[in-house]
């Protein structure tokens, strides 16, 4: 069984449109991450988040926005979407500030 | 520049042959990962690494911190070790979840 789920797996979005994406784990870990994965760049880290407070943000645009409403949860709201946000979002997680990491399956964005 | 970059970018193995992936590390990294993508696009944890070497069946992988670089040999290659090989590598934030840094990737294709 998948410790770390997200949702939706797949989901086709309009330019200029909002979309939430979902990520639980049950892990028991304290720290959560989001990473995103596109066809141009290697797997690129956007947030992390420990005990459900921001550690360190690396994306520039402010409308990406991380929400933490459990500890086990941290989902992802994108709006104003572009064509260029189109890529697969990994919701991550591990034990502590070192750890292995460990991956969701993904969630895969195609902004028309 | 790169700061993980990985060699080679591709590879193709014969079934039952040996080989290693590297990665060069530009940043004082202080712990390093690798995982396996598989072509349905999950991301497996492979090896979590201090310095010094590891051993998991038909895997070995070793991190040089003072090098700066990591490997992972492959041995006796299988259809199902095909995939993206990435590396990451984490550098030490005083205060903050250390974040990973990734490495383009290797493509593995092994062959019968």
């Known amino acids: 069984d998948p410790k770390i789920i997200q949702k939706p797996k797949y989901l086709v979005a309009v330019t200029g449109s909002e979309k939430i994406l979902i990520c639980e784990q049950y892990?028991?870990?304290?720290?959560m991450y989001w990473y995103r994965q596109s066809a141009k760049k290697p797997l690129e880290f956007m947030f992390s988040y420990s005990y459900q407070k921001l550690m360190d943000n690396q994306t520039a645009s402010s409308r990406f926005q991380p929400q933490s409403s459990k500890k086990n949860h941290l989902d992802l709201q994108i709006t104003a979407l572009k064509p260029d946000d189109s890529a697969t979002y990994f919701c991550a997680s591990k034990a502590g500030g070192t750890g292995q990491l460990y991956f969701g399956e993904g969630s895969k964005l195609t902004v028309l | 520049g790169d700061k993980v970059k990985q060699s080679p970018s591709a590879l193709s193995l014969q079934e039952g042959t040996n080989s290693a992936l590297r990665c060069n590390f530009s940043?004082?990294?202080?712990?390093v990962q690798w995982f396996l993508q598989n072509p349905r696009g999950s991301l497996m944890n492979l090896f979590y690494?201090?310095?010094g070497t590891k051993e998991n069946g038909r895997l070995k992988s070793a991190f040089d911190s003072k090098e700066s670089y990591s490997t992972l040999h492959i041995r006796d290659a299988q259809l199902e070790d095909s995939g993206t090989y990435f590396c990451?590598?984490?550098?030490?934030?005083?205060?903050?979840?250390?974040?990973?840094?990734f490495g383009q990737g290797t493509v593995l294709s092994v062959i019968p």
């Open positions: 690494l201090v310095p």
């Open positions: 990451a590598a984490e550098a030490t934030v005083t205060g903050g979840n250390n974040k990973l840094t």
């Open positions: 892990l028991g870990h304290n720290a």
């Open positions: 940043i004082a990294a202080t712990t």
